[in-house]
């Protein structure tokens, strides 16, 4: 009976995916086509990959269900093989299964153990997934323990905005001006001068993991990992790019300072100096909050935009919801757990951040597709959701750009749903398609060795994932 449930809630899921990302593939993309190349004629996808007319009958599970023909070994493989080449050099490895009965329909170098890159994301949102409630929100606070001090206390939310709350954003959700201003409100007119402190006690251990490359950090990859920063600790903050922040928590206190100076002048109350690092008294009480954008939301943007600052923070998060510590250590034993409850071989899998950025990294093309298997067969309604959180090839995130029309895997866009990974000489893509003939697979393509040649690898990876959105292959 068991097995039964795992099974539907995998069938469901294909329809969930399906509904998400096919109407865009149909939509979107062959008008861009047809724009670009001028032509008259519509482009017809295949019946399973059209948009149903009107709101889904129960009738349409059939269509994904566990009689949908899987792609045969012997046919699939001599395909996939033929697009993962790279001149010069170079390995491809790669792992395709059923992600309804786990069955491997492709494997080429499945215990090869590399860098995942960015790969490692996908452990890292199951974790937080699988232990945090994803409807919660992170509150921002404002504390006074009437000693002259308000004290801003770091709840995890690293996506806030120095402007206003932008309640229909997930960055930027908690302004520090809007809390500035409920801050200065909530003030007796009479009282003051106040100084502001910041409890950024949270998060334990180092903020610097010391498996991150110096290199990396002086690109901005990461910065030392705070229990509250503004959007991911960029110093410009319209961006996700460029330099990040030294010191995360107290560029958000000065931001918060500033706005509160502004905001308790208009009341007639003083706000002196800059902020300092103080713990919140245990007699304060909050006078002000701010709310994040809920975990899942933060997920999604974490995996769209392959946001390296926020993974490393709900990782801490999720391993003090679980008894742990909010550290980086606390947060890889998490990931290493979480892989191990999921069913995902051990061997070879090496955790070292929650980011994908540290040097002792290590997962193979088995274990990604293995863990997107689990996800996808998941009891926890929140796990099992997880695909959906994805970049859709051509339309979101890290996937924007690629599958593009005039590219030879347009086929892929729009249906293709998987987190991308790059390193100096790793590429690598893995997630979820559902392929011409409905049904769902898991897979993890691996290129190793290819050094100066990403653009090539990537387009190698992308067309193999294009094969499995066309399938057939029987």
Request: net charge negative; proline share 7%.
């Amino acid at each position: 009976m068991k097995r039964q449930a795992r099974r539907l809630t995998a069938v469901l899921l294909a329809v969930v995916l399906a509904v998400l990302a096919l109407p865009l593939s149909v939509r979107v993309i062959p008008a861009a086509v047809e724009e670009l190349a001028g032509k008259d004629a519509e482009v017809q996808p295949p019946a399973l990959q059209r948009p149903p007319a009107g709101v889904l009958e129960p009738g349409v599970v059939s269509a994904l269900s566990d009689s949908a023909p899987q792609p045969v070994p012997e046919v699939l493989a001599p395909l996939l093989d033929a697009e993962l080449q790279l001149a010069g050099g170079g390995r491809f490895t790669g792992v395709v299964r059923d992600a309804v009965t786990g069955a491997v329909l492709y494997s080429n170098g499945p215990d090869q153990a590399q860098a995942p890159a960015s790969n490692l994301k996908l452990l890292t949102a199951a974790a937080v997934l699988d232990t945090l409630d994803p409807r919660d929100r992170l509150e921002t606070t404002v504390h006074a323990a009437g000693d002259g001090v308000l004290y801003l206390r770091g709840s995890g939310d690293v996506l806030l905005g120095s402007g206003p709350s932008e309640t229909g954003a997930v960055r930027g959700h908690a302004g520090l001006s809007t809390l500035a201003q409920e801050t200065a409100a909530a003030l007796d007119p009479a009282s003051g001068p106040y100084s502001v402190a910041v409890d950024d006690s949270l998060f334990e251990g180092p903020p610097l993991n010391p498996s991150w490359a110096q290199g990396d950090l002086d690109a901005g990859e990461l910065a030392p990992v705070y229990p509250l920063a503004v959007n991911s600790a960029w110093q410009d903050e319209g961006l996700q790019a460029g330099a990040r922040d030294a010191d995360p928590a107290l560029r958000a206190a000065e931001a918060f300072t500033a706005a509160l100076a502004a905001a308790a002048a208009e009341r007639g109350i003083q706000v002196l100096g800059g902020p300092v690092r103080a713990a919140v008294p245990d007699s304060a009480e909050a006078v002000a909050s701010v709310p994040s954008a809920t975990i899942a939301e933060q997920v999604e943007h974490m995996l769209v935009l392959s946001d390296n600052y926020l993974a490393e923070a709900l990782a801490r998060l999720a391993s003090a919801a679980s008894g742990g510590p909010a550290s980086s250590d606390g947060a890889t034993a998490l990931l290493a757990a979480t892989a191990d409850r999921l069913g995902v071989p051990g061997g070879g899998l090496r955790v070292g951040d929650a980011a994908g950025l540290s040097v002792d990294n290590s997962a193979t093309p088995a274990q990604l597709a293995a863990l997107l298997s689990a996800v996808a067969a998941a009891e926890r309604p929140a796990l099992a959701g997880m695909p959906g959180l994805l970049p859709v090839a051509g339309l979101s995130g890290t996937l924007k750009e690629r599958f593009v029309p005039d590219a030879a895997a347009a086929g892929g866009a729009g249906v293709v749903r998987a987190k991308t990974g790059t390193l100096s000489a790793v590429t690598a893509l893995s997630g979820y398609v559902v392929t011409a003939e409905g049904r769902l697979l898991s897979f993890s393509l691996m290129g190793s060795g290819i050094e100066g040649r990403t653009p090539e690898a990537r387009d190698a990876v992308d067309r193999a994932a294009a094969v499995l959105a066309a399938c057939g292959c029987r």
